[in-house]
């Protein structure tokens, strides 16, 4: 686990950019739309107050500990793929796949209900 620490801690910072360009670009999409103007900046307001949230803008509590926790956020928020926990532990990859399976097994019973 403290490779995978030293390797989490060496690609947030990459990943957040990557992320926060690809917000940018769907800003410039706001703000370059036929809306008026008023529109535009309620709409981007609301992107931003949402994207804030987001560990790909803004991960709070960098630790050792909250790293499952940041990772699982990055990939839901799609700041990140599977793919890109190549270079991690095979038992960290398994665990986060054994969640996120866990987790869409309880969304689909949830929804079901």
């Not at 990459?14 to 999409?29: F, H, S, V």
């Amino acid at each position: 686990m403290e490779k995978d620490w030293k390797l989490f801690k060496k690609k947030l910072g990459g990943w957040q950019e990557a992320y926060m360009d690809k917000l940018i670009e769907e800003y410039k999409d706001i703000l370059n739309s036929d809306a008026l103007s008023s529109d535009k900046y309620w709409a981007l307001r609301k992107k931003i107050y949402e994207d804030y949230k987001s560990p790909g803008v803004l991960a709070r509590d960098v630790s050792r500990s909250n790293m499952f926790i940041i990772l699982l956020g990055l990939l839901r928020d799609e700041a990140i793929t599977m793919d890109d926990l190549d270079e991690f532990s095979d038992e960290l990859k398994e665990d986060i796949e054994q969640f996120i399976k866990q987790e869409k097994t309880f969304s689909a019973k949830k929804s079901h209900v």
